[in-house]
């Protein structure tokens, strides 16, 4: 697992210009080492999106721009009393992978699961990519309101890891083990993702854009997708490699057989912030 890309606090941060991932003209070393040459899955994450707000439009219109095949979200699909037909499929017509948020919840969980095809038994589950990338979605709402629950939790997310063979494994939760903004950690969700068998971990439920680097994993907060913006606290958490409280945007993974390249995107397309994990 190797991150790069490091930002320092946003006041004086240099945007990236890094762009798609180019895997052209490269040949395997040997018969057995991967196929450099495969183009990689475009995937967008969106968190903390669902409110209808100008800032929803415009994300959702950057990420179109760049056309993936699939839009996963972290939750807080929907703000509001109007239904997941405008809240959501209006603005991601693409297909959707959806974590459950604690908005869900407060607007009628009922609603997520008949959109979403979903029950209590089922938001907890697999996606499995095109790349060959699983998406390992976790109820974190549910696992705040019962130990039961988040134990049950736990011990699935431990045995799906380890079955898995997918090249990269990609754990999603709405709310964030680690934060430097409004929420902050959730303490409970603190598990060795990385000794589990996870290369990255993505939560929403605080409003920033953050990457936190720390032994147990790379965490990403990405809950910047339209409702109003929140502030990063002074002193970051440690491992932080910045948190951006300015910025709406969306979090783009480039994945292949032996890369997963995350870019961070604001509305206009700027490349904020970038990392890798190879295999």
Known sequence: ???????????????????????????????????????????AVVGDFGSGRAAESRVSKMVAKWNPSVVVTAGDNNYTKKSYERMVKKYYPQPLVAATGNHDYLVGINRFDSFFNKDSQSRNYVYHAASGADFFILDSTAGLESKTIRSQQESW?????????????IVV?????????KH???????????????????SGHDHTYE??????????????????????????????????????????????GYQLRGIFRDTNGRALDTFDVIK
């Open 157 to 169: 997310l431990t045995q799906q890891l380890a079955i898995s063979n997918a090249n990269f494994k």
């Open 1 to 43: 697992m190797k991150g790069t890309g490091k930002f320092t606090r946003w006041v004086a941060i240099v945007a990236l210009t890094v762009t798609a991932i180019s895997l052209e003209g490269c040949s395997p070393a040997a018969n057995n080492a991967p196929d450099y040459s495969v183009q990689p899955q475009v995937i």
């Open 211 to 256: 990457r936190i680097e720390r032994w147990s994993g790379i965490y990403i907060v990405d809950g910047t997708g339209g409702a109003k913006l929140y502030k990063c606290k002074p002193k970051l958490v440690y491992g932080s490699q910045g948190c951006d409280d300015k910025h709406y945007g969306a979090l783009f993974l480039y994945i292949n």
């Open 173 to 181: 939760l709405h709310h964030p083990p680690y934060s430097s903004s």
């Open 184 to 202: 902050g950690s959730t303490k409970v969700y603190q598990w060795p993702y990385a000794e589990m068998g996870a290369d990255l971990v993505i």
